[in-house]
Structures are given as C-alpha cells and as structure tokens.
C-alpha cells in the first residue's frame, strides 16, 4: 500500500508558475505508475498527468499539454508537478494518487489531503 501526501500550493497569478510535490511511503512505489488529479469546486475531479514508473513516459490532459510537467525521483520516493503558464481555469485541489496501466485512471481507492492552487485572473 501507497501513503500520499501533497504539497506546495498556493496562490499564484495567472501566467505564473508552481511546483507541487508528492511524498509517497510504501514499498511498491518505485514500481508503481503514478498521476496527479485535479478537482475544481463543484467539479468532480478529473486525470492532469501520468508518468510510468521508471519515468520514461509522460502523459498528459490536453488542457495542461504544453504547460506542465509530471516528474518522479524513485530515490526519494517523490513525484512532482511542474505547473507554468498557469491559468484561472487551473483553480483546484491536486491529488497524487497511483494510476492504473492506463494511466489516466486513479488505483487507490483512499485519497491524501490534496493541495490548493489558486490562480488569480
């Protein structure tokens, strides 16, 4: 089993620039396809990113294509989220979760805290 825990949000203006962070504990992380998901308020949450476990592979929603950049050190056992250009649309809470081997689909049922952005206009 994955334990989460997400952080480095914050409030930005629009057109700026966020990292956000993911610390993982649990033995199957190194193996383990991970993503970051998003949800808007009074929206249901939806995919952002998806790497493999090695990190060879990103994927991405076409809405943050361009923009961000999913990443992972195996080491420490940390995924990340680089977030640039962003827009007011990028207003969320963002969850890190393991992914299923189509990446775009969370694996655990269970859900860390998240962390806020919010990006002003």
């Known amino acids: 089993q994955v334990q989460l825990v997400e952080s480095g949000g914050g409030l930005v203006q629009a057109g700026g620039s966020l990292r956000l962070s993911c610390a993982a504990s649990?033995?199957?992380?190194?193996?383990?396809?991970m993503g970051w998901f998003r949800q808007a308020p009074g929206k249901e949450r939806e995919w952002v990113a998806g790497?493999?476990?090695?990190?060879?592979?990103?994927f991405y929603a076409d809405s943050v294509k361009g923009r961000f950049a999913i990443s992972r050190d195996n080491d420490k056992n940390m995924v990340y989220l680089q977030m640039n250009s962003l827009k007011p649309e990028d207003t969320a809470v963002y969850y890190c979760?393991?992914?299923?081997?189509?990446?775009?689909?969370?694996?655990?049922?269970?859900w860390g805290k998240g962390t806020l952005v919010t990006v002003s206009s």
């Open positions: 979760n393991v992914v299923r081997p189509t990446m775009n689909e969370p694996a655990l049922n269970s």
């Open positions: 649990g033995r199957t992380f190194s193996s383990s396809a």
């Open positions: 790497i493999n476990w090695w990190g060879g592979s990103t």
